[in-house]
């Protein structure tokens, strides 16, 4: 079973400039979460996809963050403008909702570096 | 009060010794923690996954928690160099977010 994957791995830009970060889930998995890592922190959830509705978006910065689930597979996220504090690892993760297991299965990430 | 708490280390301990990571919380609606593991550059992996109080064990790993002193632990066992990353703990009451500790990074040194 393939798993999550994100593109880009890195990314590093000005402060001002936009950025977009890609995540294909799991196969049939529904649940997608998209989150922000702060070196040092533990992941924090930005945004929860379920199919190609928005189950929660409380903590995301919705100024400048934005995030599609379109046909309720692929995500992107993006900054527009990213600012310094933007530097973190934006790492995705999908879940199975069909079966009892509450497993979330991450994708790699995509380090961010804003100058 | 962060509503998980979690030393952030680092630990450093010797190839087969008995490792133990500790997490408190304090969401008292919290039902299911969880274990992560995360090594360098990668995303987080679940390693354990527990229902409520009580001990679960899964090899060399024992997860077990506590609601009454809302405290969640991890022990190793014949700890390895392959164990060393960083284990982040989390909470969740079920249909709330998953609410992560800042993790603990562990050296495991041959």
């Known amino acids: 079973e393939a798993g999550v994957a994100q593109s880009p791995r890195y990314k590093i830009i000005e402060k001002r400039q936009s950025v977009a970060f890609w995540c294909n889930p799991i196969?049939?998995?529904?649940?997608l979460y998209w989150y922000q890592q702060i070196l040092g922190q533990g992941p924090k959830l930005l945004i929860q996809f379920q199919n190609n509705g928005v189950v929660d978006d409380s903590q995301l910065p919705k100024d400048r963050f934005s995030a599609e689930r379109l046909k309720g597979v692929d995500s992107t996220l993006k900054i527009q403008p990213a600012k310094l504090e933007d530097s973190a690892v934006y790492l995705c993760?999908?879940?199975?909702?069909?079966?009892?297991?509450?497993?979330?299965?991450f994708g790699p990430g995509t380090r961010l570096t804003v100058l | 009060q962060k509503e998980v708490e979690q030393d952030p280390g680092p630990l450093s301990v010797p190839e087969g010794a008995i490792v133990s990571l500790n997490c408190t919380y304090s969401?008292?609606?919290?039902?299911?923690f969880m274990w992560y593991r995360q090594y360098s550059r990668k995303g987080p992996e679940l390693l354990m996954y527990?229902?409520?109080?009580g001990n679960k064990e899964d090899g060399r790993f024992t997860a077990q928690v506590d609601k009454s002193s809302k405290y969640i632990s991890l022990f190793i066992r014949d700890s390895q160099p392959s164990d060393s990353a960083t284990y982040l703990c989390a909470g969740t009451s079920g249909n709330t977010p998953l609410v992560f500790g800042k993790g603990t990074r562990l050296s495991v040194i041959a």
């Open positions: 993760a999908s879940r199975d909702t069909r079966g009892s297991t509450d497993t979330q299965y």
């Open positions: 527990t229902y409520s109080s």
């Open positions: 196969s049939g998995h529904a649940t």
């Open positions: 969401n008292s609606a919290f039902q299911y």
